[in-house]
């Protein structure tokens, strides 16, 4: 049978998530919302209030003190509760702030230090260090920080990151020990559907396909709110899969989806066609004056992207599939999101399409929503023993 501790921090968290997924609510509202009686929910609500993580809201602005209790409206205070986000790009590393609500404080970035793991993982302390300075009392009220990398995450461990050439490294402890604070990581995409899920254009969907399209392309699974790994914790590396082609070359030698959807060899088949540009920025630019070295490359691009999309919708049939990362800017296009769509084949009564409000910091946002996940978790179902996403330090796994 679970303690009163335990049943209490249940019924906060239940508050809390109650509060971030439908607004502000009345006592009342919350009761019959939670199913608990109106006296527990006083209880709750006053704890909470007092530790600075919910407030009261009459029609015109907070409630001031000593002016009674008339029936107010509850809601998070945003300065409640920090969360940091450490993103360990492909080229660029990137520290972010987000509070209770999930809106920015502060971010700071900087080239990925890619010399040896230690020396990119205090060039992130670095970077936070940064933001953390810049914004008084962010530090006191930091609940935990994110780290996304590009590569393979198993218990909180990167067992491989291609593009930096790691295997079997130990990261972030370095910064769990110099800021005291509980830190964890997991694969890029995985972070980035947990953001969807959490505070993203999927809040509504219980499953949720999230294709990041960047240096790298992956993927990560939202099936019933939760992020899904698989028995080795690598679902989602998608981007490693072979694309057959017809000259008879062995297996070994066919191109991977990364090769010709991952911006680098989006950037091969433009300057292939003729582009000029030279860098993706660039390449956007050519590509909204109808450059035809641009639109040549986009339109192939697209191709690829429809059919790897559609292998992935037929065979997991999400509710809702986001695209995300830098690449998916191509598709901010009408036209061209509804080619990649009308490829796909897909049933639009069953799976709907969109590309992620996050942009290019889709990743960071998503290493911020690590510990935010954990924050709004139900202490009582969090698995020891299986953690809903990879983890270093302290951190416990959560519900997404």
């Known amino acids: 049978?679970?303690?009163?501790?335990?049943?209490?921090?249940?019924?906060?968290?239940?508050?809390?998530?109650?509060?971030?997924?439908?607004?502000?609510?009345?006592?009342?509202?919350?009761?019959?919302?939670?199913?608990?009686q109106r006296s527990t929910i006083t209880v709750i609500t006053g704890a909470l209030?007092?530790?600075?993580?919910?407030?009261?809201?009459?029609?015109?602005?907070?409630?001031?003190?000593?002016?009674?209790?008339?029936?107010?409206t509850l809601e998070l205070c945003?300065?409640?509760?920090?969360?940091?986000?450490?993103?360990?790009?492909n080229e660029t590393s990137t520290a972010?702030?987000?509070?209770?609500?999930?809106?920015?404080?502060?971010?700071?970035?900087?080239?990925?230090?890619?010399?040896?793991?230690?020396?990119?993982?205090?060039?992130?302390?670095?970077?936070?260090?940064?933001?953390?300075?810049?914004?008084?009392?962010?530090?006191?009220?930091?609940?935990?920080?994110?780290?996304?990398?590009?590569?393979?995450?198993?218990?909180?461990?990167i067992q491989r990151a291609p593009i930096l050439g790691w295997r079997h490294v130990t990261f972030g402890d370095l910064i769990a020990r110099g800021t005291g604070v509980p830190v964890s990581i997991d694969n890029d995409a995985n972070a980035a559907a947990i953001s969807e899920a959490q505070f993203g254009i999927g809040r509504d969907s219980s499953d949720l396909l999230y294709i990041l399209l960047d240096t790298g392309v992956g993927s990560g699974l939202v099936l019933d709110r939760r992020i899904y790994?698989?028995?080795?914790?690598?679902?989602?590396?998608?981007?490693?899969?072979?694309?057959?082609?017809?000259?008879?070359?062995?297996?070994?030698?066919?191109?991977?989806?990364?090769?010709?959807?991952?911006?680098?060899?989006?950037?091969?088949?433009?300057?292939?066609?003729?582009?000029?540009?030279?860098?993706?920025?660039?390449?956007?630019?050519?590509?909204?004056?109808?450059?035809?070295?641009?639109?040549?490359?986009?339109?192939?691009?697209?191709?690829?992207?429809?059919?790897f999309t559609s292998t992935l919708v037929w065979m997991l049939s999400p509710q809702l599939v986001v695209f995300g990362g830098r690449a998916s800017a191509i598709l901010s296009n009408n036209e061209a999101m509804s080619a990649v769509v009308h490829g796909t084949e897909a049933d639009p009564d069953r799976t709907q399409f969109a590309v992620s409000a996050f942009g290019a910091d889709a990743i960071a946002m998503g290493a911020a929503a690590l510990p935010m996940s954990e924050f709004f978790s139900l202490p009582a179902l969090r698995p020891e023993q299986e953690p809903?996403?990879?983890?270093?330090?302290?951190?416990?796994?959560?519900?997404?």
Do not use: C
């Open 229 to 307: 790994r698989g028995s080795l914790g690598q679902v989602g590396e998608v981007g490693h899969i072979r694309i057959p082609r017809g000259d008879g070359s062995p297996a070994a030698k066919w191109p991977s989806v990364e090769d010709v959807i991952g911006l680098s060899g989006l950037r091969k088949s433009y300057t292939a066609l003729g582009g000029t540009a030279t860098d993706f920025a660039g390449f956007l630019q050519d590509l909204a004056a109808d450059g035809k070295a641009a639109a040549s490359a986009a339109a192939e691009w697209q191709q690829h992207l429809s059919w």
């Open 78 to 89: 945003p300065e409640g509760a920090y969360f940091a986000g450490l993103d360990l790009g």
């Open 1 to 36: 049978m679970a303690s009163s501790s335990t049943l209490r921090h249940i019924n906060q968290a239940r508050v809390l998530d109650a509060l971030r997924r439908h607004g502000p609510r009345s006592r009342i509202g919350l009761s019959e919302l939670l199913g608990l």
């Open 388 to 400: 809903a996403y990879g983890r270093t330090g302290t951190s416990d796994g959560s519900s997404a």
């Open 96 to 157: 972010i702030v987000v509070d209770l609500s999930g809106s920015e404080v502060g971010r700071a970035s900087a080239a990925t230090d890619r010399t040896d793991p230690a020396a990119a993982e205090k060039n992130l302390l670095a970077l936070l260090e940064t933001v953390l300075t810049k914004h008084a009392g962010v530090r006191a009220r930091l609940q935990g920080i994110g780290i996304t990398v590009p590569g393979t995450v198993v218990e909180g461990k």
């Open 49 to 72: 209030i007092d530790d600075g993580l919910v407030r009261e809201m009459h029609a015109d602005g907070p409630a001031p003190k000593g002016a009674g209790r008339p029936r107010v």
